[in-house]
């Protein structure tokens, strides 16, 4: 079955049916030259319910599981699990494409030992379990003997990283980072919490399902994939609710819009301020709302006094009346009105203000805690698995914020670890790295730094699934089996409805590979850490959390999933509205921020413009592959095998350039990308240029990946660090495009 691309991105217009394509797919065998399952069509010998990692919603999913002629098991199809609340029976593309994953031919396969003096030539050999165990508890002892346990750090990414987290706590170390923090979703974070006393946390429970009208600022819904966001936001649209999409290129979901608003980059905070300026001076706020549960409302409406639409107009580059209208409309149709919170949202460095001026735009039109705003999320408890205390209370987390910086960080910042490892940054460095899931020359800004730190390591291992561009960097490799192939620990997320999911095993893992609790123990027994892991299997682990929670496990088994009692979302449902802030209500003017310095109420600074010749790279997400985790899957890649450089047309004219030119970006540092084809649009405004990030891997390993395509992460040199927090905003590196002959 051949499958076009169009298919894929297909939203609204009644498509609804567009998201649950798995259903048509089926697997095959990449470089066997027979296919060992001879009808693939199959609904296979028995299901397994398990959840998703090929992005992190982790929707729950259902591997048909058949035994072939040579007496081997394997999962022939993915489908998506009708029982669960992400996933509701239908999956994103490339949770169907899990297959693409298991059964990719360039999978690591053993354990490995870097042979060269020098890290990063990538000259590894392979060794037995044994002598790599023995190996990295060795280094990781050395370390905590030699500069005490805090001077080790874990990056981890993904959900089998519970069982590092667990290890690297025991030894001692709260250094426990991901980039999902720093280079994505905290700024939202705190700038929610700032104002709502919550942040939004993930799977974000907003209620698109019910909004009369949804405003998208970036957040390219349809192309950014959240399989459940994507099903209520194409029911949204069949329903004929208002769309407003401010994004400086025309995207999917800029497509199914009544308003497209091509903002010039970086000028979000300006338009987000003339929108209140226009609900407030109009009378248009939900006064009541306002009066009952929000605090600094007098400020707010003299801080926005002046900043008109006449205001934002040579700013942003939105017509004046085109402000005045998108603001009438989504005051009209509140409180159901959902400002929708993003996700990445580390742009400019002044991005908890940007995020913060979306909450308080919702705080004026009461959709906090409403029906079509924003739910409160509520969650199952699951009790620990009794072991252990950790023996010496793990001391702090030595990040930049353990210095003064970024004063309102609320998790550990992965740049941060990055920062304090390069030597004579910090005061005290750190000197072993453990990283588990998480690709981190690809995803901490300017790759520069991230190798300088990691040359002057003691010691770096990691624990992936593919050979991607960190293993190449590290001296140890080991060797994870993918999801389908190992149980990992409950998960119960705060969420629309509660409930708790269960990953487990659907085949045996392939190769030499081993499930990551397994590797979290055999180190810890030989670091003198085995009453931390009293359990003889991941299995017996959640068992007795199950049991002990008084869960059916069962039918946690048999379903993948257990719902817990509907509990109020919204105000209109009951719920009596509480907020964890400094004031116990709704800060839309904020003393914290006031007294470290920071603007208490958000306001407008222009960010940095490319110079002439040069455009702002900005990026976002392909619906079949997640960044650069799955562009070597060959299953995904028949749809999307390699990115593009969006141009505007005008702008490719004047500079010689068709579509389909073959062209190098050159950034502001003389970093020059891998050949990309050139797509000149009138979908992307002039000053700016976009990529789909995740391509032009420059592991060789990544066999098919390797040089498809350009990678922004080598284009992101420079970045912009939120004095609040510590995000690093990505979108402020400019480059200039030349031919290739
Ligand atoms: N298919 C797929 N889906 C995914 C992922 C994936 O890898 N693949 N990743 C998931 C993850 S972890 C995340 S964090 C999310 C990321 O997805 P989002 O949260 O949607 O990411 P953004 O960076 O907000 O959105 C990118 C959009 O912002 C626009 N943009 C760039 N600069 C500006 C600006 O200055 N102002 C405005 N208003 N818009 C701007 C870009 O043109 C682009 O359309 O996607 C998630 N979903
Ligand atoms: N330049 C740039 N940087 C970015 C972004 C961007 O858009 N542009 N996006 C940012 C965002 S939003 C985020 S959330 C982060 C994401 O950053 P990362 O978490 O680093 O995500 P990936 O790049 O997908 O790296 C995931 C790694 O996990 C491996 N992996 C996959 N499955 C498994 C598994 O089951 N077990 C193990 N052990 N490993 C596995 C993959 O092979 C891959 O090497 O990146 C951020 N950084
Ligand atoms: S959104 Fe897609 S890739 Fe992500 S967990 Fe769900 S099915 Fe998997
Ligand atoms: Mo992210």
Redesign the pocket.
Known sequence: MSLSRREFIKIGAGATAAVGLGSGLVTQWWGLDNNPIPNPNTEGDRIVPTFC?LC?WKCGVLAHVKKGPDGQERVVKITGNPDHPLSRGKLCPRGTGGTG?LYDPDRLKQPLVRTKSKRGEDIFEAVSWETALDEVAAKLMKVKEEHGPEALALFS??F?GSWFKHLLKAMGSKNIA???YA???GPREVGYWLTFGSGIGSPEAVDAEHARCIVLMGSHLGENMHNTHVQDFSRAIDRGADIIVVDPRYSTAASKARHWLPIKPGTDIALLLAWMHVIITEKRYDADYIQKHAIGFDELKKHVEAKTPEWAYPITGIRPEKIRETARLMAGAAPATLIHPG??S?WYGDDTQRERGKAILAALLGSWGREGGYLIPSKMSVQPYPDQPYAQTPKAALDRVKEGLYPLADETLASGLCDISVPGEAAMNLKGWIV?????I????DYRKTVKAIQALDFIVT????P?E?CGWSDVVLP?S??LERTDDLWNPGYREPFVAMRQQAVEPLYQSKP?WWMAKELANRMGLAAYFPWKDSLEYVRERATRSGLDFDTLQAKGVVKGAVVPTTEEQGLTLSFDTESGKIELYNQTLKNLGFDPIPDYYPVEEPPAGSFRLI?GRAPMH????TTNNRFLSECYDENEVWVNADVAKGLGFKNGDRVILVNQDEVRSEPISLRATQRVRGDAVYIV??YGHTAEGLKFAYKRGAS??LL?TNYKVDPIMGGTG?NVNFVRIEGVA
């Open positions: 990692e992190f994953l990414h993904g089998g991901a980039p999902s280079q994505c979703r996700r990445r580390t588990y899931g998480t690709n981190l690809q995803s901490l800004p624990v992936d699934v593919l991607a960190i994870e993918t999801y990551g990026t997640t960044f650069g985790r990030h995740g922004d992460s992101t990505m």
